[in-house]
């Protein structure tokens, strides 16, 4: 029993003492993986700006609002060109929705088109964008379910 006692106090001790070489070895290891992670955004970047027309696909919850006016907004993007389609190309139980284009970064952006409706898979398109300026798009729906609609959009920029 003795014996049994000395054991567990060495293994202890001995892990106590390890403890503070592991955050050692993590950082090792986590400053291995960041050339590599760059390296992969930067090729995707790339593969993205070498496109024709470069398009974002992302989901966001579309609102049921009475008005159209307030709305939930989708990530923010770069004008790379002049032109840009956006388009809610599926929302469960749910036919039409509204949006809106913002110029800046939310919540402190610029109206930059009221809100216009359109039905679900029918885009909307927006021109005279200033290349190189952040863009979001704020989206609701008249007819989603009373908690909303978790919807898929597409983004296309022309």
């Known amino acids: 029993m003795k014996l049994l006692r000395k054991m567990v106090s060495l293994v ?3 892990g106590i003492l390890a403890s503070p070489a592991v955050p050692a070895w993590a950082a090792e290891a986590e400053d291995a993986l960041l050339p590599i992670e760059r ?3 930067e090729a995707i970047f790339t593969l993205q700006a070498e496109q024709e027309n470069p398009s974002i696909t992302g989901r966001v919850l579309l609102p049921r609002t009475v008005t159209g006016q307030t709305g ?3 990530p923010g993007f770069t004008a790379n060109t002049t032109n840009v389609s956006f388009t809610i190309t599926s929302a469960p139980n749910t036919s039409t929705y509204n949006c ?3 110029q800046g970064t939310y919540p402190n952006g610029t109206l930059v088109t009221s809100y216009s ?3 679900l ?3 909307v398109s927006v021109s005279n964008l200033t290349v190189e300026e952040e863009y979001y798009f704020v ?3 008249l007819d989603a379910p ?3 609609a978790n919807a898929t959009y597409t983004l296309v920029m022309f």
Do not use: F, I, R, W
């Open 72 to 74: 939930n907004p989708c």
């Open 121 to 123: 898979e029918t885009g």
């Open 12 to 14: 202890s001790v001995l």
């Open 117 to 119: 409706t359109g039905d």
């Open 39 to 41: 390296t992969a955004n």
């Open 146 to 148: 009373a908690k909303g």
């Open 100 to 102: 809106q284009l913002y």
């Open 139 to 141: 989206v609701s729906s």
